[in-house]
């Protein structure tokens, strides 16, 4: 089966970009305003200034003097090669690699004691190359210990690790998002949050792991 064109390729891991490179070639002079760009397709605003940037700055689209976005003569013909290649059936080999993400904390925290916080990605065969990546950890009702959010990941496991401080709340939250840098922009990956009892007093209990899946191009 066909494969898309490598810049195509390189785009197909900003969410929303080929969406919207189809959205436009669909409407009146192949333009639209931003608002309705984002309402009819359900983006968020971020996802929307992200995937924006992306197709601004390769070209694909651009803003009229009115603030409307209207597709360039490549987003022109890389919409209709996208069209096409959605009525062909697509890329049975384009899935990207899935590796999992894995948050391990004590089952509870207790209030002003230090515990341990491991973030690991499992590793994958499949991945023949080194990527850059951010790991971000916010933290809710706690606080982190040393952190440094950049890492790079090749085919074997990637296992991280701080401290976390919980507060004087009744649970603490913990957001982690996984992005990958290309050409000057991120690619988001995936990510989670999770919810972690805070007690007066006591053990902490075992360590659990949280997982999800992380998609990579």
Do not use: C
Request: aromatic share 8%.
């Amino acid at each position: 089966m066909a494969e898309l064109p490598i810049d195509l390729k390189k785009l197909e891991t900003v969410r929303g970009a080929f969406e919207i490179l189809k959205y436009l070639y669909n409407q009146p002079d192949n333009a639209a305003d931003g608002d309705d760009i984002m309402d009819d397709l359900e983006l968020s605003t971020r996802r929307f200034d992200k995937a924006k940037r992306r197709l601004v700055t390769r070209n694909y689209i651009q803003m009229r003097s009115d603030y409307i976005y209207e597709l360039t003569r490549k987003g022109v013909e890389s919409s209709e090669t996208l069209i096409a290649f959605d009525k062909a059936g697509g890329d049975d080999d384009n899935d990207g690699i899935t590796r999992q993400l894995a948050v391990v904390v004590p089952r509870n925290f207790v209030y002003g004691q230090v515990s341990p916080l491991k973030i690991g990605i499992s590793p994958s065969a499949e991945m023949t190359d080194n990527k850059n990546l951010i790991v971000r950890v916010t933290p809710t009702n706690a606080e982190l210990g040393e952190y440094n959010e950049m890492a790079t990941i090749d085919s074997d496991a990637l296992i991280m690790e701080t401290t976390i401080t919980p507060q004087a709340y009744d649970k603490a939250r913990i957001k982690v998002e996984v992005y990958q840098m290309e050409d000057d922009d991120f690619a988001e990956l995936g990510g989670m949050y999770l919810d972690v009892v805070i007690v007066d007093s006591g053990d902490t209990g075992d360590d659990f792991a949280y997982t999800t899946d992380l998609i990579f191009s």
